[in-house]
């Protein structure tokens, strides 16, 4: 089974790139070992949910690497260590290193992981914004031809940049 777990935040501009890469995904024709599911900013929610044993997961979401807005990276992340103490996780925001934290304190398990991003033009700052810029608009479609690309090569390494 693979998980592509889309995270973001509607109200703050281009961190609503993994919302709109999950509806872009559910319009299109995926195997039926493919979940495709919208978290949002419920970090609860995906804690619970990368409680389970994957094949693979695929995070998607807008992710500030110093590029130029619209890139769309495939990162294989390195795997992160367990929180020590107290969780962290904020019903009200998404940290993804925070989740992963959280779900290895947990005792849950180290599924293959990869992350989709995009640069983000525009965050919206404080007052917020709706909608994505037109560059990280764009770069949506190249992001869920690399997710396809994905999930068919799920057995191979996949290249990651």
């Known amino acids: 089974m693979i998980l592509i777990a889309c995270i973001g935040n509607i109200f703050l501009g281009d961190d609503g790139f993994g919302v ?9 024709t995926l195997p039926p070992e493919v979940i495709v599911k919208d978290f949002g900013i419920r970090g609860f929610d995906l804690t619970w949910a990368l409680m389970e044993t994957w094949d693979l997961v695929i995070l998607v979401d807008a992710c500030p690497r110093g590029g130029t807005p ?4 495939l ?10 103490g107290q969780m962290s996780i904020d019903a009200h925001s998404m940290n993804p290193i925070a989740v992963l934290r959280t779900v290895r304190s947990m005792g849950g398990p180290a599924n293959r992981m990869l992350l989709v991003g995009c640069e983000p033009a525009d965050l919206g ?3 917020g914004k709706l909608g994505l810029s037109d560059v990280v608009a ?8 690399l997710i396809h690309d994905a ?6 390494q996949v290249s990651c940049r």
């Open 75 to 84: 990162i294989e992340p390195e795997p992160v260590e367990a929180t020590s």
């Open 20 to 28: 709109e890469v999950a509806r872009r995904l559910e319009r299109s």
């Open 138 to 145: 764009a770069a949506v479609d190249r992001a869920v031809a």
């Open 151 to 156: 999930i068919a090569n799920t057995g191979e």
């Open 125 to 127: 700052g404080e007052e």
């Open 70 to 73: 619209g890139d769309v990276y």
